[in-house]
């Protein structure tokens, strides 16, 4: 019995397209800073003069969250497509990696990196020195790397083989069939719990403070130390993030939108 035709690769976003998500998302932020500026420095004391210091630890938050995510998603890519190696060789460094990362919590994690990794690095002859926020980038990349991979791997594994032998019969390599015909259609299944993951890296970058990163945890902590007053500063750490979460949950949500549109 012949094996059924590989079905046409599931159209993505345009460039364009995703210009114009990536900008939307861009400007929402900026507003959103600004709004929460604004607000903050209407707030009564202690908030109000110390707005700046909570709209500077929200950012650094933000740009923590963007870059570890960027990164993460490469790292769970890579290690997804590993996972589904035929090759136990490339299979098992992948399998390591995430046993170790999910099977030990992130604020360790974060704290292995900051204080742990420049020395074992340095036993080798590699001289890095990683600040508070390169240590957060690493750890927090690492760790949804790990979870993103899983999301990867069963997003590939979801995708009937017979696709794959298929595409092979017609002449296509192992390489052609994945970036072709399986990634497109895996695309659709894995956004949804990669959107997940990236919002709950926003929330566990909150972790970072425990290598005194002056992100919006930290910030607040900061201003309850030197105010006593630990239930206004603890609302409004809790207000902006919800308020980060809540914009960055709406553009994802969209385009999860725009994925299953052109999906169809």
Same mark, same amino acid.
């Given at each position: 019995?012949s094996?059924p035709?590989?079905?046409?690769?599931a159209?993505?976003l345009g460039g364009w397209?995703l210009?114009?998500?990536?900008?939307?998302?861009?400007?929402?932020?900026?507003?959103l800073?600004?709004?929460?500026?604004?607000v903050?420095?209407?707030i009564?004391?202690?908030?109000?003069?110390r707005?700046?210091?909570?709209?500077?630890?929200?950012?650094t938050?933000?740009?923590?969250?963007v870059i570890?995510g960027?990164?993460?998603?490469?790292?769970g890519?890579?290690?997804g497509?590993?996972?589904t190696?035929?090759?136990?060789?490339?299979?098992?460094?992948?399998?390591?990696?995430i046993?170790?990362?999910?099977?030990?919590?992130?604020?360790?994690?974060?704290?292995?990196?900051?204080?742990?990794?420049?020395?074992?690095?340095q036993?080798i002859?590699?001289?890095?020195q990683?600040n508070?926020?390169?240590?957060?980038?690493v750890?927090l990349?690492?760790n949804?790397?790990?979870y993103?991979?899983? @999301?990867?791997r069963?997003?590939? +594994?979801? /995708? !009937?083989?017979?696709?794959?032998? %298929?595409?092979?019969? &017609?002449?296509?390599?192992?390489?052609?069939?994945?970036?072709?015909?399986v990634?497109?259609?895996a695309?659709?299944?894995?956004?949804?719990p990669l959107?997940n993951?990236l919002?709950?890296?926003?929330?566990?970058?909150?972790?970072?403070?425990a290598?005194?990163?002056?992100?919006?945890?930290?910030?607040?902590?900061? @201003?309850?130390?030197e105010?006593? +007053?630990? /239930? !206004?500063?603890?609302?409004?750490? %809790?207000?902006?993030? &919800?308020?980060l979460?809540?914009?960055?949950?709406l553009?994802?949500?969209?385009?999860?939108r725009?994925?299953?549109?052109?999906?169809?």
């Amino acid at each position: 019995m012949s094996a059924p035709a590989p079905k046409s690769p599931a159209p993505t976003l345009g460039g364009w397209s995703l210009a114009a998500w990536l900008l939307g998302a861009g400007v929402a932020f900026y507003l959103l800073f600004l709004l929460i500026t604004v607000v903050l420095r209407l707030i009564p004391e202690p908030i109000g003069s110390r707005a700046d210091l909570f709209v500077q630890g929200a950012r650094t938050t933000l740009y923590l969250t963007v870059i570890s995510g960027v990164i993460g998603l490469a790292v769970g890519l890579l290690s997804g497509l590993m996972r589904t190696s035929a090759s136990g060789w490339v299979r098992a460094p992948a399998g390591v990696f995430i046993w170790l990362v999910r099977g030990t919590p992130l604020l360790v994690q974060i704290l292995f990196v900051y204080n742990a990794l420049p020395p074992l690095l340095q036993l080798i002859g590699i001289n890095i020195q990683l600040n508070e926020f390169w240590s957060a980038v690493v750890a927090l990349s690492l760790n949804v790397g790990a979870y993103n991979a899983e @999301v990867i791997r069963a997003g590939i +594994q979801a /995708i !009937p083989r017979g696709q794959g032998e %298929a595409s092979r019969s &017609l002449g296509l390599s192992g390489a052609q069939t994945m970036t072709s015909i399986v990634l497109p259609q895996a695309l659709r299944v894995v956004v949804p719990p990669l959107v997940n993951n990236l919002v709950a890296l926003l929330k566990d970058s909150s972790l970072a403070s425990a290598i005194a990163l002056v992100e919006l945890t930290l910030a607040g902590q900061r @201003v309850s130390s030197e105010t006593f +007053q630990p /239930i !206004p500063v603890l609302t409004t750490i %809790a207000g902006v993030y &919800l308020a980060l979460t809540t914009v960055l949950t709406l553009f994802t949500d969209q385009l999860e939108r725009r994925i299953k549109i052109a999906g169809r």
